[in-house]
C-alpha cells in the first residue's frame, strides 16, 4: 500500500545511454513533481506536473522529459546519460498546495 | 541564489533533551513552509507545516514556529528519541505559479546519542 512507489530503486548504466525511472502514486494527487538530490544532500525541484500543466526548472537539461501516461504516473526519461547525472532522484505527489508526499528515491550511478 | 537555508548543517542531543533546527527563508512572499525528515535511504516525510497566517503550529512532540519579521521559521522537538536520528530540511512552497514545487534548505543531521 505504497503511497508515492519509484522503480528502480538502484540504476548503474554507463555513460551516453538512456534510461527511465518510473513513478506511481496512488493517493489520488493531481500534482506529481521529480526532484534531484545530490551528493551533498541538497534538494532541488526538477519537474511538477498536473493534468493541466509541465512546469519545468529552467536549469534542468532538455535530456531529461517527464511523461505521464495518466494522473497516477510521472515517468522520467533521461537521454545521452552523463557522469554529472549521477544522484538520487525523488519522484512526489500533492494535491495543489499541500503537502508533498514523496517515494524513497531511485540512485543513479553513471560509470 | 537559495532563499531557503540552515544556520546549523549538523546538530548532536543527547537522548531526551529538546532539539532546536532552524531555517532563514529571504522571499518575504512566502507563506506556506514545510519541514520533513530524511532517514538514510528513504525519501523525505512530511513532519509538519505552517502557513503564514500563523506564527506556530504544534504536533506530537514538534512546534514549528514563523517568524515573519526576521524571515526565520524554526522545528523544536520535545524528548529527542535515537528514532529521531536523520537529516531534517524545510522547505518553501513556491505557489501555483511554480507549480507548487518545493524550495528546500540545505538541511541539519541530527544526531541523538544515548
Known amino acids: 500500500d505504497t503511497a508515492v512507489s519509484q522503480t528502480p530503486k538502484y540504476l548503474v548504466t554507463q555513460m551516453g545511454n538512456d534510461k527511465s525511472i518510473k513513478c506511481e502514486q496512488n493517493?489520488?494527487?493531481?500534482?506529481m513533481y521529480w526532484y534531484k538530490q545530490d551528493s551533498k544532500k541538497f534538494l532541488k525541484i526538477m519537474f511538477s506536473?498536473?493534468?493541466?500543466?509541465?512546469?519545468i526548472n529552467e536549469t534542468v537539461p532538455n535530456r531529461f522529459s517527464p511523461k505521464s501516461p495518466d494522473k497516477a504516473h510521472l515517468n522520467l526519461h533521461i537521454n545521452s546519460l552523463e557522469l554529472g547525472d549521477s544522484a538520487v532522484y525523488f519522484c512526489?505527489?500533492?494535491?495543489?498546495?499541500?503537502?508533498?508526499?514523496f517515494g524513497d528515491g531511485t540512485r543513479l550511478s553513471i560509470l | 541564489g537559495e532563499s531557503v537555508g540552515l544556520h546549523l548543517p549538523t546538530l548532536s542531543v543527547q537522548e531526551g533533551d529538546n532539539s532546536i533546527i532552524n531555517c532563514a527563508y529571504s522571499n518575504s512572499a512566502s507563506d506556506y513552509f514545510i519541514w520533513y525528515k530524511q532517514e538514510s535511504g528513504k525519501g523525505p516525510q512530511f513532519i509538519i507545516d505552517?502557513?503564514?497566517?500563523?506564527d506556530k503550529r504544534q504536533g506530537q512532540r514538534v512546534t514549528v514556529l514563523l517568524n515573519k519579521t526576521v524571515k526565520h521559521l524554526s522545528l523544536q522537538i520535545a524528548a529527542t528519541q535515537p528514532g529521531d536520528s536523520a537529516v531534517y530540511f524545510c522547505?518553501?512552497?513556491?505557489?501555483?505559479?511554480?507549480?507548487?514545487?518545493?524550495?528546500f534548505g540545505k538541511g541539519t543531521s541530527l544526531l541523538v546519542t544515548p
Open positions: 522547505a518553501e512552497n513556491l505557489g501555483e505559479n511554480s507549480g507548487y514545487a518545493l524550495n
Open positions: 506536473y498536473n493534468n493541466k500543466e509541465l512546469i
Open positions: 505552517i502557513r503564514s497566517n500563523m
Open positions: 512526489a505527489s500533492s494535491r495543489e498546495g499541500e503537502p508533498q508526499h
Open positions: 493517493l489520488g494527487h493531481d500534482t
